[in-house]
């Protein structure tokens, strides 16, 4: 039976039979992969407090001719507990978990997905950084990744590149005055966009939210949505969404 090494990040558990539970976890070489922890459940288990959701870790996997790999070893590189402690830190950690099953398929191995979703967690993780912006910069970077980025720089229509004063998402981008449809953005929300589309987040987060940070958020979320064809459960079981 072949062995696997790799490191990830678990994205969901769920039971399967009394004691044990499939692992779903992101890894670096081998992409999505599912694996049966075995009496995890129990009180006894050597690991079972390890293979958590929001958990960067290193597995050992044996592999056989079930569709499921069974996990041997596995030992904890990140745990993020500012994240586990603070409900709007996790929230947002959840939800790119969410956007992160739904983009990647098994077996198909992107090490950027890891390494933007490490990223992601390690600044969400520090309690000295306002946590708004961290999962919407992340949904418009997966989109990015995914070829389906927002144009922010002209009107996705015409080529216009001044006054643009509207958001559609179906259409992927910001439209000018002539050819507006969908949602106004205002000046604020655009140069924000362009800001963190542009290399700049480091700065955007380095300090308190900038006007049109709220704006933002929504708008990264529906194009999240609208790229997935589904609602993010994480986002919209926080307060006040």
């Keep these: 039976m072949p062995q696997l090494r790799d490191d990830g ?4 558990t769920y039971r399967l039979g009394e004691a044990d539970r499939i692992v779903v976890a992101l890894t670096r070489e081998h ?3 599912r694996a049966v922890a075995k009496g995890v459940r129990r009180t006894s288990s050597k690991f079972g407090s390890r293979l958590e959701p929001l958990t960067h870790v290193s597995l050992l996997l044996w592999r056989g001719r079930s569709e499921l790999d069974i ?3 596995v030992e904890v590189s990140e745990r993020f507990f500012a994240i586990r402690e603070d409900f709007t830190r996790m929230s947002a950690g959840l939800s790119m978990l969410e956007v992160i099953d739904q983009v990647t398929q098994e077996g198909q191995s992107d090490p950027r997905v890891l ?6 967690l390690r600044v969400l993780d520090n309690v000295d950084q306002d946590p708004t ?3 919407p910069a992340f949904f418009l970077r997966i989109l990015e990744l995914e070829g389906a980025g927002p144009v922010v720089d002209v009107c996705v229509n015409c080529g216009e590149e001044a006054d643009l004063v509207a958001f559609d998402l179906n259409e992927g981008g910001v439209l000018c005055r002539s050819c507006r449809q969908g949602r106004p953005i205002s000046p604020e929300a655009l140069e924000l966009m362009r800001r963190i589309l542009g290399g700049g987040l480091g700065g955007v987060l380095a300090s308190a ?3 049109g940070a709220g704006e933002v958020a929504a708008l990264a979320t529906e ?3 609208v790229h997935l064809d589904r609602r993010l459960k994480s986002v919209h079981s926080a307060p006040g969404i």
């Design 9 to 12: 990040v678990v994205l969901r």
């Design 31 to 33: 992409g999505k992969v």
């Design 71 to 73: 996990v041997n070893q």
């Design 115 to 120: 390494d933007t979703l490490l990223k992601a």
């Design 133 to 135: 912006l961290v999962a």
């Design 209 to 211: 939210p900038p006007e």
């Design 223 to 225: 194009a999240m949505e």
